[in-house]
């Protein structure tokens, strides 16, 4: 029997409504158009790296959004293992993939940032190279799952690299800490800021901006994931 | 300036195609769907 996307979404209380996916839509777009004004315009221009450091803004709160979609992954994982249910698999893969976008977004940022500042696109810098692996991490958890036809199978074991591969986000987080790199170092720690108000403002609008476009792309993947697994019952009956 | 123009031409880029993706993937799948 055919599903309405009404009747999908019923199945699962996780899977946002249509209503809620343009609510998400128009705060994504708002939100973007203040943030490119705010950066491009408003913010002053950094002493040290003059235009480039504009980048800043929509390059760090991407790498953020990434972070918080592979967690979502992990959590999501531990909640395959526990409970089995699928819905917890179909959440995990929608949030990697949408992840994986952010993440390739930081990889094409970071280096249009690091050929005027540092004369090259690439080091092998411990931040960047653990960045690269984390891209490689998820995108090797999508290919995975092209592989393993039976469901639950390709949950449990796309679980369990969705878990180990998190190990990767504190790598990164850590890295500029933990070894003596080219990358820039924490520019906001607990008591300790090192940039004016409005640069940090900036970041704060480019941080809720970035959320809003991941909880919207993460509906719409979501959406599509809950159809494809109506359409493959479908197909099965 | 350059590479701010880019960036910022760029990454908008990646993000609506993706979402224009994921939108005609949905119609895809409901097309599938109705035509069983």
């Given at each position: 029997m055919s599903q309405t996307i009404e009747q999908v979404e019923m199945q699962d209380p996780g899977v946002q409504g249509w209503r809620t996916q343009k609510l998400w839509g128009?705060?994504?777009?708002?939100?973007?158009?203040?943030?490119?004004?705010?950066?491009?315009?408003?913010?002053p221009e950094d002493s040290v790296q003059g235009a480039p450091q504009r980048i800043f803004y929509i390059h760090v709160p991407s790498a953020w959004i990434?972070?918080?979609?592979?967690?979502?992954?992990?959590?999501?994982?531990?909640?395959?293992?526990?409970?089995?249910?699928?819905?917890?698999?179909?959440?995990?893969?929608?949030?990697?993939?949408?992840?994986?976008?952010?993440?390739?977004?930081?990889?094409?940022s970071g280096p249009l940032w690091a050929k005027p500042i540092w004369g090259v696109y690439w080091s092998w810098d411990p931040r960047l190279t653990s960045s690269f692996i984390l891209w490689l991490i998820y995108l090797s958890y999508l290919a995975l799952r092209s592989y393993v036809p039976d469901p639950a199978r390709r949950a449990r074991f796309s679980?369990?690299?969705?878990?180990?591969?998190?190990?990767?986000?504190?790598?990164?987080?850590?890295?500029?800490?933990?070894?003596?790199?080219?990358h820039p170092g924490y520019v906001i720690q607990p008591g300790k800021v090192d940039m004016p108000g409005s640069m940090v403002l900036t970041l704060m609008v480019g941080l809720l901006a970035f959320t809003f476009l991941y909880l919207f792309l993460l509906g719409l993947r979501l959406q599509n994931q809950r159809l494809q697994n109506a359409n493959e019952r479908k197909g099965l009956e | 300036m350059n590479f701010l123009i880019i960036t910022y031409i760029a990454l908008p880029v990646i993000y609506i195609s993706y979402a224009v993706y994921l939108l005609n993937r949905r119609k895809q799948l409901q097309r599938e769907q109705r035509e069983g």
């Open positions: 128009v705060l994504t777009l708002v939100s973007m158009a203040v943030l490119m004004y705010m950066a491009l315009v408003w913010a990434a972070f918080l979609a592979f967690f979502v992954v992990f959590v999501c994982s531990i909640a395959v293992l526990v409970t089995g249910d699928r819905k917890w698999d179909d959440r995990a893969v929608s949030s990697a993939e949408v992840g994986v976008v952010f993440t390739t977004a930081v990889l094409i679980a369990v690299l969705g878990i180990v591969g998190f190990v990767d986000v504190p790598i990164i987080y850590f890295s500029v800490r933990w070894w003596r790199a080219l | -």
